[in-house]
């Protein structure tokens, strides 16, 4: 029972030691994304654990910001598109951004963009919650005490990923700056490519369809 209880003790004790360098990040970020690509500090457990957090962040924004600054009905509110939103906004960009590097001479691999995205959450996770609960005891003229908490979050979220992806790949700001352009391109491109080859495939199917209902008729 013992040894039960110290080795759930320690898994937490390392949990929570792994977890301050996105704490670190956020106060030094180059230093912080050279310790999780280099000195191999960081973890998927803790990007993961920070796509909940930041999933569950958005849930609870969505249900119970007060109506001045959410104009949703939470009675008829799917948290789960929205979800689904991030979760695929967050795939196409680390694929759309490992492909555009992996041609600029990067040294970044998907598994370190995707860390290096996820461990710059933290910003989002620390503010979303607190301007919800502010939110609730303002008024109509004192909104935008809560929009600025919540870009001050969102501006510092796209500042960390600037600085990781200039690490991982270890580019300068110039280069960093022309390879996330070109990365909302391939994003828009696959995007498009998606939504044809779904068009196609939908055509397809209703034609597939037509002709065994006209072979089933006659």
Request: proline share 3%; glycine share 6%; aromatic share 16%.
């Amino acid at each position: 029972m013992k040894n039960a209880l110290g080795q759930s003790a320690g898994r937490i004790a390392d949990f929570f030691r792994h977890y301050r360098l996105p704490l670190y990040i956020m106060v030094r970020p180059f230093d912080g994304f050279y310790a999780m690509k280099y000195l191999k500090e960081g973890t998927l457990k803790i990007s993961f654990l920070n796509v909940i957090l930041l999933l569950i962040s958005y849930a609870i924004n969505d249900q119970y910001a007060s109506l001045i600054v959410n104009p949703q009905n939470p009675l008829t509110l799917n948290s789960l598109w929205h979800w689904v939103m991030i979760v695929t906004a967050l795939i196409l960009f680390c694929v759309s951004n490992w492909s555009v590097t992996s041609l600029m001479d990067g040294e970044g691999k998907l598994k370190d963009i995707f860390m290096s995205v996820t461990y710059a959450m933290t910003p989002l996770i620390l503010t979303i919650v607190p301007a919800t609960i502010l939110s609730n005891f303002l008024s109509q003229e004192e909104a935008g005490f809560y929009f600025m908490l919540m870009s001050v979050g969102v501006a510092y979220f796209i500042f960390l990923v600037f600085c990781g992806l200039v690490v991982v790949h270890n580019y300068g700001a110039g280069k960093a700056i022309f390879s996330i352009v070109l990365t909302f391109f391939a994003l828009l491109a696959i995007v498009f490519l998606i939504t044809l080859l779904l068009s196609l495939w939908q055509q397809l199917y209703v034609f597939v369809y037509s002709i065994y209902t006209e072979l089933m008729f006659r």
